[in-house]
């Protein structure tokens, strides 16, 4: 007999929590008309392209071949989409704090390794910014929590190059160490296996460094793009072991 009570008392108990997370999610979103926004913006941008293009999202859905894989830095301001008036599946997106390249970081590791292997893009972009907080924040001895580890080498690249740095501008060094910061992300992609691996199948692989200059809008090509193995020093050149 106590069975269905505790049923019951447990199905009042639940329906209660329900009516009252939703009570809260009601209010929070009455509370947040700034985020509230960004779902009625893409409403209506979904709306719109529906309009001009019925099979838009049907034939998106159906799967992605970018030719181009980015990887930038997470400023808000790096729009890759507005700035390169590309659509959605013309690129694959990898950004994070300063467009670091960590050899031993298994998440953008992964993400060259399927853009690469599996999507077969042509191109990999390394894209830095001007005035990028980051980089001002490495050349600084301001503590900035976690980032500091994140930051380190790119401490190390001011030290390696601290002459040349300090001989330009005031204002002008965070941006040349961003430059240079890009140079050894470009550095750093060519000589991994799964881009090696590409080029001994044949494939058109080209890593860029470009620079998004902020005052302007425009992307500057830093002059440094890597096209093949010939253009990597031998020690990185990798051969399956035959034993």
């Known amino acids: 007999m ?79 989409d507005v700035l390169t008036q590309t659509k959605p599946g013309d690129i694959f997106i990898h950004r994070n704090i300063a467009n670091r390249i960590p050899s031993e970081d298994l998440n953008v590791l992964s993400v060259i390794e399927y853009a690469v292997k599996h999507l077969r893009v042509e191109h990999v972009v390394v894209a830095g910014h001007t005035s990028c907080g980051g ?33 330009l501008p005031e204002e002008s060094r965070v941006d040349r160490l961003g430059e240079l910061n890009v140079i050894q992300g470009v550095n750093t992609v060519s000589k991994l296996p799964v881009v090696h691996e590409a080029w001994k199948e044949g494939r058109e692989l080209y890593v860029h460094g470009w620079m998004l200059q902020l005052h302007t809008g425009l992307l500057k090509d830093l002059d440094i793009s890597v096209s093949g193995p ?10 399956t072991s035959q034993h």
């Open 135 to 167: 980089v001002k924040a490495a050349m600084s001895n301001d503590s900035v929590g976690i980032l500091d580890h994140w930051l380190r080498p790119i401490k190390d690249l001011y030290l390696a190059n601290e002459e040349e740095i300090n001989s």
């Open 2 to 80: 106590l069975r269905p009570t505790l049923a019951l008392a447990n199905k009042t108990r639940f329906g209660s929590i329900l009516t009252n997370s939703k009570m809260m999610a009601n209010q929070v979103q009455v509370n947040n008309s700034s985020i509230n926004c960004v779902i009625e913006n893409n409403k209506n941008w979904a709306a719109e392209i529906q309009a001009k293009n019925p099979d838009f999202f049907v034939n998106l859905a159906k799967g992605q071949s970018p030719k181009l894989l980015w990887i930038g830095c997470s400023d808000s301001r790096m729009a890759v």
């Open 230 to 239: 010939k253009q990597v020093e031998n020690i990185y050149k990798l051969s």
